[in-house]
């Protein structure tokens, strides 16, 4: 039996439209079986995601492609209230006016010491202070530091008493960062973009499905001002679409210069220079990765870039898919993690455990020099995943028979730990620290681009053993 082209299927608006039934089901995610046969496989094929999800409310069933018949018993079965395709090969996805993006603003955590967090980025990262808010500046209720390292930007927030008085316009904030962190422990609360048209994008995420957190508004001050709002698009991770008008001020409106100089020591240090923000990826727990790219599809006119699933990224333990979505212009990437089936738990799985439930797994800061930059970090006292030797031993047998040439020393990459992977036009350099606090949750990713747009599926496999040994040694896996 020939299995249907996914544009065959009914586009999502129409499909959503024209099922209405009486069940429980919300979603109904189809993916692919291979070899269908006869209808009644898909029961066999996917009986745990039946079952598991069955007990969730929100069954999700993973079949790519289907035959028309076994659509029909689908439907026959009357069990969604609302039936929504989700083939990741054709979503559907929002247009949105050409150029809205232009990059990531800054990334935002809620920390409980936001003083010596960023402190941390400023000893071991080599990030400068560039803007402050806090009682100094009139904000009663909640303290910012805005540290920044090329066009990396980022805020570390924390409250300032136990909960705001009545009629404090911050309250909703102090609440909220108390149970975020209890909840998740410190986090990455913020992914905020620089848009050109927060209005616009805002009207059309949140008429899609996105939750308002706030909606458009100006703030201003002495420097200038920009119209922010905020969306969010899963679990308790939240995204500031900030459009500067003309703001010419240290971060934000409402944001002074940094309350100290930094000390004078750190000009002794050697140097980190740091580019930008590359990509941050979001975990998303099981069978979650294709919903949560459908919604960053048909809210934000994200595009599928890259896709690699449990062959690539298996190792014999634990597993993981990763779908990578990008903005139209391909500015803003932001790969999305579930986990796979594998011998031991997941990675994905452990970081859903310890941040109890889905949210920003890394951030990957883009440097020209991986070798100055992770050296420098490491004299600096940031801890690093450890990579084996045979790692390098494999590298260099691979790169024997390959086109690409690596110009950096490989005897320098081996004795830094950096991972290589690349292709017949080019390669990347990579490595990702350990995690920032004591959950084993959020870490930083260093990369380096030499022609390469991809995100080290190559080292994947070797990546994630060396992780199941930190694992191994938590006592997780
Ligand atoms: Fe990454």
């Given amino acids: 039996m020939r299995a249907l082209e996914s544009q065959k299927f009914p586009s999502f608006r129409s499909f959503r439209r024209?099922?209405?039934?009486?069940?429980?089901?919300?979603?109904?995610?189809?993916?692919?079986?291979?070899?269908?046969?006869?209808?009644?496989?898909?029961?066999?094929?996917?009986?745990?995601?039946l079952s598991k999800t069955a007990m969730l409310e929100t069954p999700i069933v993973h079949v790519q492609s289907i035959v028309p018949a076994a659509l029909a018993e689908f439907q026959a079965l009357d069990l969604a209230s609302e039936l929504v395709l989700l083939d990741i090969n054709s979503l559907l996805i929002a247009k949105i006016p050409e150029a809205m993006y232009s990059g990531y603003a800054y990334v935002e955590w809620y920390v409980s010491n936001a003083k010596q967090s960023a402190a941390y980025f400023q000893h071991s990262l080599g990030f400068k202070p560039v803007a402050y808010k806090g009682l100094e500046t009139g904000s009663r209720d909640v303290c910012s530091h805005v540290v920044r390292n090329g066009d990396a930007i980022f805020v570390f927030t924390s409250a300032l008493r136990s909960s705001a008085p009545e009629g404090s316009e911050d309250k909703e904030t102090v609440d909220a960062i108390h149970s975020h962190i209890t909840k998740h422990g410190d986090g990455v609360k913020d992914v905020a973009y620089y848009v050109n048209d927060a209005q616009t994008l805002f009207t059309i995420s949140t008429e899609a499905g996105a939750r308002v957190i706030e909606p458009p508004h100006t703030v201003q001050d002495e420097y200038g001002s920009a119209v922010i709002a905020r969306i969010s698009v899963f679990g308790d991770t939240v995204h500031s679409l900030v459009q500067l008008q003309d703001y010419a001020g240290p971060?934000?409106?409402?944001?002074?210069?940094?309350?100290?100089?930094?000390?004078?020591?750190?000009?002794?240090?050697?140097?980190?220079?740091?580019?930008?923000?590359?990509?941050?990826?979001?975990?998303?727990?099981?069978?979650?990765?294709?919903?949560?790219?459908?919604?960053?599809?048909r809210m934000l006119g994200f595009h599928k870039f890259w896709l690699v699933d449990e062959k690539d990224v298996s190792t014999e333990f634990s597993a993981l898919k990763s779908i990578v979505m990008a903005s139209p212009d391909e500015v803003i990437k932001m790969p999305v993690n579930e986990p796979a089936v594998g011998k031991c738990k997941s990675q994905i799985e452990e970081f859903i455990e310890f941040y109890d439930?889905?949210?920003?797994?890394?951030?990957?800061?883009?440097?020209?020099?991986?070798?100055?930059?992770?050296?420098?970090?490491?004299?600096?006292?940031?801890?690093?995943?450890?990579?084996?030797?045979?790692?390098?031993?494999?590298?260099?047998?691979?790169?024997?028979?390959?086109?690409?040439?690596?110009?950096?020393?490989?005897?320098?990459?081996?004795?830094?730990?950096?991972?290589?992977?690349?292709?017949?036009?080019?390669?990347?350099?990579?490595?990702?620290t350990q995690p920032l606090s004591d959950r084993p949750t959020l870490f930083l990713e260093i990369i380096q681009r030499h022609n390469h747009n991809g995100f080290g599926a190559g080292n994947f496999k070797a990546l994630f053993e060396t992780i199941e040994q930190e694992q191994r040694k938590r006592g997780t896996l």
């Fill in 18 to 49: 024209s099922k209405k039934s009486k069940g429980s089901i919300d979603v109904l995610q189809i993916h692919k079986v291979d070899g269908l046969s006869d209808p009644t496989d898909i029961h066999r094929q996917a009986p745990i995601s």
């Fill in 251 to 297: 971060f934000l409106p409402g944001y002074k210069p940094p309350k100290a100089q930094q000390a004078t020591i750190f000009d002794d240090l050697s140097p980190i220079e740091l580019i930008r923000i590359d990509h941050c990826v979001q975990n998303q727990g099981w069978d979650k990765m294709v919903e949560s790219c459908s919604k960053y599809s």
């Fill in 357 to 432: 439930g889905p949210g920003i797994q890394h951030v990957a800061i883009l440097t020209d020099d991986i070798i100055a930059t992770v050296g420098a970090m490491k004299l600096r006292g940031c801890e690093f995943i450890s990579v084996p030797d045979a790692y390098f031993d494999n590298l260099r047998e691979r790169l024997a028979t390959s086109s690409t040439e690596i110009l950096e020393s490989m005897d320098e990459l081996q004795r830094l730990g950096v991972l290589v992977d690349f292709d017949e036009n080019g390669y990347l350099l990579q490595l990702f």
